[in-house]
């Protein structure tokens, strides 16, 4: 059974998580929250959920692939650690799913895997993405090799559909 990681913190989006694990689950995928410890978090909307293990149990190998939720205070947050930066990128240099929607183009920027790539995320942040080198495009989702990304959560749907497609393709 292929592992799919999934990073956040308190201020995620809740579709933005809650949708992508349970797509995953009836596919067949074990997914694993991560985050900075496992002490219960909360969604933007205030629903909680306990992490399965904390970011620095977690061994990127394990996994056939990472979603960054998104939520402008959850991946603001997790780009300031090291650890979760370092995750993210030993996914995206193994060529491994790298999925990120909304706000979490901020991690892909504090872990330095977009200049030249093509990406979209939430609209506030288009600014910062072309910045980091990013060539932005203004649509539902955008794949460039293993990197899927997507604006909103009204996404959520081309976003899973994209990224279950590159998950059976592994």
Known sequence: ???????????????E???PRIRLHEAGY????????????KGKHGYPIKPDLAIKD????EY????LPGGS???DHLRRYSSILDFVRKIDDESKLV???????????????VEGRKATSYFAIKDDMINAGVDFVDQSVVIDKNLITSRTPDDLPDFM??????????
């Open 99 to 113: 999925g990120a929607i909304c706000h979490a183009g901020w991690i892909l920027i504090s872990a330095n895997i």
């Open 1 to 15: 059974m292929k592992k799919i990681a999934i990073l956040a913190t308190d201020g995620y989006e809740d579709l």
């Open 73 to 75: 205070r959850n991946p």
């Open 30 to 41: 074990e997914t694993h929250l991560i985050s900075l410890s496992t002490e219960i978090i």
């Open 161 to 170: 559909k994209a990224i279950l497609d590159f998950l059976q393709n592994l």
């Open 17 to 19: 998580l809650h949708y």
């Open 64 to 67: 056939s692939g990472v979603i």
């Open 58 to 61: 977690a061994n990127p190998e």
